[in-house]
Structure formats: C-alpha cells, structure tokens
C-alpha cells in the first residue's frame, strides 16, 4: 500500500518488520529492502524502488523462509542481501541463521519488471554462513556490509562479540571473531550517520525520527572564547542564532505509529532517507532545504 502524506511517502504491509536496508551499489535508484518476521504468516522480502522525480512507489515481493530480523544489502552486488532468520531446525537455543541471498528476476541500473512477469518469486540462498565455518557461532543480531565493493566484507553484530566474514566467488569464510563483554539489548534505538558525517537519523522515544546535524555552532561557543568583540557587537550574533537549535537537531518527523526500529540513507540521493516501524509501516523522507543549503553553501 502506497500512500502520499505531504513530502511523506509511506509504504505499507500488514505484516510484522524489525529490518531495512538500503540497496548498495546502485548509485542511480533509490531503494531499499525490508524482511518480514514471518511469526504467524509467512516471511517476505519487499524490494521498493521510489522515483523522487514522479514521488511514486514500486515494489517487488519475494517469498523467504525463515523470516528477517536483519538485513545488510551486499556492497558487491545490487542484487544480493544478507539475511540473519530463524534457524531451519528450530532447535531450542540455536543461533539464528545468515544467509547471502539474491532476489531474481532484477538487474542493476534498470527499472523494475511488472510483479505478474517475475519467473521466480523467492529469494534464492547462494550461501549459509552457518554452515560455512565449524567455530563456534555466534547469535547475531544485525549484519554490516562494508562499504568499498571491492572489500567483500560483512560483520555479523551479537550481544557478546562480532565475526569478521569474507565473501569470496567460492563461500564465504570467517576470518576473526572479536568476543566483548554481554550487553542488554532491551533498548530500542536507531542511529545512522550518513555518509558525509553531517546528518544523523536517530529515535529516543522509538516513534520519532529525527535528522540532527554535526556542524553546530552555539552562540555561547562564540562567547566563550571564539570572540573578542564587545557585548555590544555580540548581541546581533544572537538575532542569528534564532530558530537554529544548540543541540543540532534539524526536524523530526512523527509518520510512525509504533516502534521504529530501523532507518537508513538512500544510496542514489545524500539527502533522502527510509524509516521502518514494527507494524510494517515505510516512510520515505528528505533533509530540509534549508538544512541542505546549510551544509552544501
């Protein structure tokens, strides 16, 4: 379901989502995927494109069995996701299942087939990263593609330590595993930082996203030691610190009905961002103008 709320645009399912992500490496389409749990309907993949010049909405769906608690699009390949899901056996205590999947029937730098001509309507598992490496697994909880194509690296997240995995044309491979102390992971909470470090995507009460921005300059920084001018000529600095906010929050934004538990950027569009809350709800937002004048001027 697609619906057009102002500069919002909202996707929505009636499914239960905890996981989005942007697809990398396509630099010309803003999309982005999410999973489904699957708890009590079976699990999908949602792959939506949104086209900025027309403000409209496409999306393709794929059967995945298993469910998606998170996902990580594969920075080699606009087509491939990394996927941690419900363990096959279902084993009391199992850790999750990893895999690297491809959702067929898409092809990099084009626009998207109708639904009806899709051949294959499922994700296709091209490897198990549970059953690529005989050390003991970790149960993770989120999975990090690095950035640079060329790195084919990926880092699954738990409570009590991070594995290292490299992505080969053969299977993947563990290369290290970095064990920390365990830590609660009761606190819902987002934060994404884009890739220039400017803007931030975050939630402290879980409904609210929120753009904040690193280049802040208070007036009370001015004054405490940045001038030497008099009172006098410090009073008009602080007519232009007006309606700019000393903590670098930029706008919020409140599309959300219950806890978000994901956001992320757009890889085509620096200014663009994607929002997913837990009843399968979307939203498609932009930076402020005036925000992005700031920055870039």
Not at 122 to 127: E, G, H, K, L
Not at 186 to 193: E, N, T, V, Y
Not at 258 to 285: E, H, K, Q
Request: include cysteine; charge should be negative; glycine fraction near 8%.
């Amino acid at each position: 379901m697609e619906v057009s709320r102002g500069a919002s645009h909202v996707y929505g399912i009636e499914r239960h989502t905890l996981c989005l992500t942007a697809v990398a490496g396509d630099t010309t389409s803003n999309r982005f995927a999410l999973g489904t749990l699957g708890v009590t309907e079976p699990a999908e993949i949602h792959l939506v494109g949104f086209d900025s010049d027309e403000g409209a909405l496409q999306s393709l769906v794929y059967k995945h069995e298993g469910g998606a608690r998170a996902l990580a699009s594969a920075s080699w390949d606009p087509t491939q996701l990394l996927v941690v899901g419900r363990n096959s056996n279902h084993a009391i205590g199992s850790p999750p299942s990893v895999e690297l999947v491809e959702l067929p029937g898409i092809s990099p730098q084009e626009k998207f087939p109708s639904q009806k001509s899709m051949l294959e309507k499922s994700t296709r598992r091209i490897a198990s990263l549970s059953d690529a490496s005989a050390e003991p697994q970790l149960s993770p909880h989120e999975i990090i593609c690095h950035s640079a194509a060329h790195c084919r690296q990926a880092a699954t997240v738990a409570s009590t330590g991070v594995g290292i995995w490299k992505f080969t044309q053969s299977a993947p491979s563990l290369v290290h595993i970095i064990s920390v102390a365990q830590h609660s992971m009761d606190d819902i909470g987002i934060s994404a930082w884009h890739p220039t470090a400017t803007t931030q995507l975050s939630t402290t009460d879980g409904i609210t996203v929120s753009v904040s921005s690193a280049q802040v300059v208070t007036n009370t920084d001015s004054q405490d030691g940045l001038s030497d001018k008099g009172d006098d000529e410090g009073s008009d600095n602080d007519d232009e610190g007006i309606g700019k906010s000393s903590d670098g929050l930029v706008a919020q934004f409140d599309d959300h009905e219950t806890s978000v538990y994901a956001a992320c950027w757009s890889a085509a569009d620096p200014w663009l961002f994607a929002s997913l809350s837990f009843d399968g709800r979307m939203v498609i937002n932009t930076v402020p103008q005036e925000e992005k004048y700031r920055i870039l001027l």
